[in-house]
């Protein structure tokens, strides 16, 4: 089985400053990563996903986020944030085999500071 | 890509009645889709997974009796919760897995239901 912890339930960052939020794994088989962000009332959209390959993975909206299998982690950065960027943002873990559940971590609510 | 449809976005029902609410992916074929519950504030919490033409598969503790699944064919997938009551109201969200190949993509989300029970 799989599990995922976000460390920061919170992170208030001010506009224009860089952000990492955090996330660790766990899992005793090979997995697939995600991050996700949910706007008010709305459903998730994928930010970035890891399968396989470079451990650095690029997505939408400037963010990236770095596959660390030694730390278990898959911390979540954008260089410089912006106030639409105000969401939450959930990690997500999944076996590498078909069909696997996709487990979601708590969750981190990040607020830009004008 | 990959769309999700979920219907209704919002429903308020009184205690007692059945509410029942749709998923359908639109331009893909979803053997499998997932339900998820999330109260405010936390995290998704998966229910039951439902395969087309098959019996769902419940989480632990999530009662089936009360949370019907049907997933008829490979566009829709419903979830009804029966009798409602208050303990019930929550965000509902769906969503579709897309196998590319041999891997799995992600999964594509509906935009959720806020399911109020009065």
């Known amino acids: 089985a799989q599990s995922v912890t976000q460390l920061d339930s919170q992170v208030p960052v001010f506009e224009e400053a860089p952000v990492e939020l955090r996330c660790n794994y766990s899992s005793s088989v090979s997995v697939y990563l995600f991050w996700y962000v949910q706007y008010p009332n709305q459903g998730l959209q994928l930010l970035l996903k890891?399968?396989?390959?470079?451990?650095l993975v690029k997505g939408i909206n400037g963010f990236e986020a770095e596959f660390n299998k030694s730390q278990t982690s898959f911390h979540l950065r954008k260089p410089s944030v912006h106030i639409s960027d105000t969401a939450e943002y959930f990690c997500?873990?999944?076996?590498?085999?078909?069909?696997?559940?996709?487990?979601f971590g708590s969750g981190t609510r990040l607020s830009i500071r004008p | 890509g990959a769309v999700v449809s979920q219907h209704p976005s919002r429903v308020i029902c009184k205690s007692g009645t059945s509410v029942k609410i749709e998923c359908r992916s639109l331009d893909f074929q979803a053997t499998t889709m997932f339900w998820y519950r999330q109260f405010p504030k936390q995290s998704l919490m998966l229910m039951a997974t439902s395969n087309e033409g098959s019996k769902a598969t419940y989480e632990q503790g999530v009662e089936k009796d009360k949370f019907l699944i049907n997933h008829a064919s490979l566009t829709l997938s419903t979830l009804t919760v029966t009798s409602a009551h208050p303990e019930d109201s929550s965000f509902y969200i769906c969503?579709?897995?897309?196998?590319?190949?041999?891997?799995?993509?992600?999964?594509?989300f509906g935009n959720g239901t806020r399911l109020t029970v009065t």
């Open positions: 890891y399968l396989s390959g470079s451990t």
């Open positions: 969503s579709a897995l897309v196998r590319q190949g041999a891997y799995n993509s992600p999964l594509h």
């Open positions: 997500a873990v999944s076996g590498a085999s078909s069909a696997s559940k996709i487990i």
